[in-house]
């Protein structure tokens, strides 16, 4: 950052107390009450919280005209960490084959979704496919897991999402995702095994997800994406300890809020960590709240940098 510019956002965030992080808000401190509080802190934008790119163009979420070529299936693993046979969608390219290996993509969901939010909601198979139709992105394979390690992994009644319950499950998932889900993607499909072609990304609570635990994984992740990261994120420092490591080993980092979202105060205090530590990332702040609208666009421009030779691209 220029030094103007990040005299700027610390004096921003001097005088305006609103527009500091949020602190990490640990499984048993999550309650409706936080919740709503939260999502209603005041929006104050620094000098640099602006648009990277604009919105995805038209149609970009729509299958294509002739139809998917690619497909989407369910896959089933045994987890460690609940004790059940667990669920996950994974979309599979155009033309997939065994002759090949595919980098991958794993992709979070937030606190009231489940494996389907991703591919229902956001319409991230047909974005993908798109790209890869238009040579925007590379042929990948794409995991949407159930980011809730629970046993009884559905999402809950409205009145039970901000529960200390539930967002315990999500903790619990980085060990899942690590121990389980990726030996048995590996072991099922003709998925690479090399870090550079793995990727970790997540919406609201999986974007703190993915945060918490690529940032901390490198050794497993080179490609991480945190979406309107929800308040379940990691203090920077706990994040990102030792910034030259995180500069060597990173291939891409971005993060994206929209400038309506409430939440947003909790990625504007990982990105001015960054920049203060001059780890490379990409910052989108868009003019969006926290919604399918945001999460789309910002998986379209994630995406298509993806497994590509040049950093931060």
């Given at each position: 950052?220029?030094?103007?510019?990040?005299?700027?956002?610390?004096?921003?965030?001097?005088?305006?107390?609103?527009?500091?992080?949020?602190?990490?808000?640990?499984?048993?401190?999550?309650?409706p009450?936080?919740?709503?509080a939260?999502?209603?802190?005041?929006?104050?934008?620094?000098?640099?919280?602006?648009?990277?790119?604009?919105?995805?163009?038209?149609?970009?979420?729509?299958p294509?005209?002739?139809?998917?070529?690619?497909?989407?299936?369910?896959?089933?693993?045994?987890?460690?960490?609940?004790?059940?046979?667990?669920k996950?969608?994974?979309?599979?390219?155009p033309?997939?084959?065994?002759?090949?290996?595919?980098?991958?993509?794993?992709?979070?969901?937030?606190?009231?979704?489940?494996?389907?939010?991703?591919?229902?909601?956001?319409?991230?198979d047909?974005?993908?496919?798109?790209?890869?139709?238009?040579?925007k992105?590379?042929?990948?394979?794409?995991?949407?897991?159930?980011?809730?390690?629970?046993?009884?992994?559905?999402?809950?009644?409205?009145?039970?999402?901000?529960?200390?319950?539930?967002?315990?499950?999500?903790?619990?998932?980085e060990?899942?995702?690590?121990?389980?889900?990726?030996p048995?993607?590996?072991?099922?499909?003709?998925?690479?095994?090399?870090?550079?072609?793995?990727?970790?990304?997540g919406?609201?609570?999986?974007?703190?997800?993915?945060?918490?635990?690529?940032?901390?994984?490198?050794?497993?992740?080179?490609?991480?994406?945190?979406?309107?990261?929800?308040?379940?994120?990691?203090?920077?420092?706990?994040?990102?300890?030792?910034?030259a490591?995180?500069?060597?080993?990173?291939?891409?980092?971005?993060?994206?809020?929209?400038?309506?979202?409430?939440?947003?105060?909790?990625?504007?205090?990982?990105?001015?960590?960054?920049?203060?530590?001059?780890?490379?990332?990409?910052?989108?702040?868009?003019?969006?709240?926290?919604?399918?609208?945001?999460?789309?666009?910002n998986?379209?421009y994630?995406?298509?940098?993806?497994?590509?030779?040049?950093?931060?691209?």
């Amino acid at each position: 950052m220029k030094p103007a510019l990040f005299k700027a956002h610390y004096l921003v965030l001097l005088l305006f107390p609103a527009a500091t992080a949020l602190a990490q808000e640990t499984p048993g401190q999550v309650s409706p009450e936080s919740a709503r509080a939260n999502f209603r802190r005041p929006v104050v934008l620094a000098v640099d919280d602006v648009r990277a790119f604009p919105d995805a163009p038209a149609g970009f979420n729509k299958p294509p005209a002739g139809g998917m070529q690619g497909r989407v299936e369910i896959f089933e693993y045994d987890s460690t960490v609940t004790g059940t046979r667990r669920k996950a969608v994974v979309y599979l390219p155009p033309h997939y084959s065994s002759d090949r290996k595919y980098p991958v993509l794993y992709l979070l969901h937030g606190i009231g979704g489940n494996e389907w939010e991703w591919s229902g909601y956001v319409h991230a198979d047909a974005i993908i496919e798109n790209l890869i139709a238009g040579g925007k992105a590379v042929p990948m394979i794409v995991v949407m897991p159930n980011g809730r390690a629970l046993a009884d992994d559905r999402p809950p009644p409205p009145d039970k999402i901000y529960s200390p319950q539930n967002a315990g499950g999500f903790v619990k998932f980085e060990r899942d995702l690590l121990d389980c889900l990726i030996p048995a993607i590996q072991a099922k499909f003709s998925a690479s095994t090399n870090r550079e072609q793995r990727s970790l990304a997540g919406l609201s609570m999986g974007g703190g997800q993915a945060l918490n635990f690529g940032l901390t994984h490198l050794d497993t992740f080179a490609w991480v994406g945190g979406f309107s990261s929800a308040p379940n994120t990691k203090p920077p420092a706990e994040l990102v300890p030792d910034a030259a490591v995180a500069r060597e080993r990173l291939k891409l980092l971005y993060l994206s809020s929209g400038n309506q979202d409430g939440l947003i105060s909790v990625s504007q205090g990982v990105h001015v960590y960054l920049q203060t530590h001059r780890v490379p990332h990409i910052w989108n702040v868009d003019d969006h709240g926290h919604d399918g609208e945001t999460w789309g666009s910002n998986l379209y421009y994630f995406s298509q940098r993806l497994f590509v030779t040049t950093n931060q691209k």
